[in-house]
């Protein structure tokens, strides 16, 4: 009996021993199937990843309000130039200070870009703090009439006169004739035109019209100078120093009188003294 237990104990261990290694190999083998299906999935998501290849896009650049306003109107300042001499540049570079880069409320709701007063202006009108509360200025339908009425503004204007005699491509002159003249009373108002001249390049423009592969104009030092009033000074003074009539200051500043104060810039074109 003993014999016969002990032999069924151990055909018992057999059995399970016999079975614990099956499960441990089919676990095993379990295992190994999805190690392979992993590894193949992987492999799969690899050659996928190879294969389609994703393109980021560069940024898109988004044009300032600045330079939105030197494409909607540069083509207008150029025709202008074309009609009545004055630099695109000049026009531009005024009408985005003038206007807040077209930003502003007379602009928005009068298309007026340059600020122009009423004055004898007998169309539709807007009223706008300035240098006063509530002035009268010109409103236009369309703004490209705003920049017809600034050429004629210029045009046929006395004190500006002189500023014709400058070359078309000196912007530089043209931008400090203007505060000469009594444009603006600004002190800074040349160095802000010439600086967005510069920064924006509309000095192209006018090379466009002009049709000539020229570099900005530099004035020739024996051409045109400026003189600061100082003390003293008469227009009398200044053109007996020049050798230039008292007319030729005038017309060349737009200045209507003798007046001149101390600091004041003038534009003089000396001539040179025959001996």
């Not at 290849?53 to 207008?76: D, G, H, L, Q």
């Not at 006169?161 to 009594?182: C, H, N, P, T, V």
């Not at 000095?203 to 019209?209: A, G, L």
Request: include cysteine; charge should be positive.
């Amino acid at each position: 009996m003993r014999r016969f237990l002990a032999i069924l104990f151990i055909g018992f261990l057999m059995v399970n021993c016999g079975s614990k290694k099956r499960i441990a190999k089919r676990e095993a083998e379990r295992q190994k199937r999805e190690q392979i299906v992993l590894q193949d999935a992987k492999e799969e998501n690899t050659s996928v990843a190879d294969t389609i290849k994703v393109t980021i896009p560069p940024p898109v650049k988004v044009p300032s309000n600045t330079e939105a306003y030197i494409e909607m109107y540069s083509s207008i300042a150029q025709n202008e130039m074309k009609l009545y001499g004055i630099p695109a540049s000049i026009t531009l570079a005024q009408g985005i200070l003038e206007s807040g880069s077209g930003k502003g409320r007379l602009s928005r709701e009068a298309n007026n870009h340059f600020g122009i007063k009423c004055h004898e202006w007998t169309g539709a009108r807007i009223y706008h703090d300035d240098d006063a509360l509530q002035e009268c200025f010109r409103k236009y339908v369309d703004a490209k009439y705003s920049f017809r009425d600034h050429s004629l503004f210029l045009t046929e204007r006395r004190r500006y006169s002189g500023l014709f005699d400058l070359r078309k491509d000196d912007y530089k002159r043209w931008a400090k004739g203007l505060k000469a003249a009594g444009y603006a009373t600004d002190r800074k108002y040349p160095d802000k035109l010439i600086s967005l001249i510069e920064r924006y390049k509309l000095y192209e423009y006018d090379k466009e019209v002009l049709g000539a592969s020229i570099t900005p104009y530099e004035k020739p030092e024996d051409t045109l100078v400026s003189h600061f009033v100082i003390k003293g000074d008469t227009l009398y003074s200044i053109s007996k120093k020049y050798n230039m009539t008292v007319e030729e200051i005038q017309k060349l500043n737009g200045l209507t009188d003798t007046t001149i104060s101390i600091g004041q810039e003038l534009i003089l074109k000396p001539t040179p003294k025959e001996y």
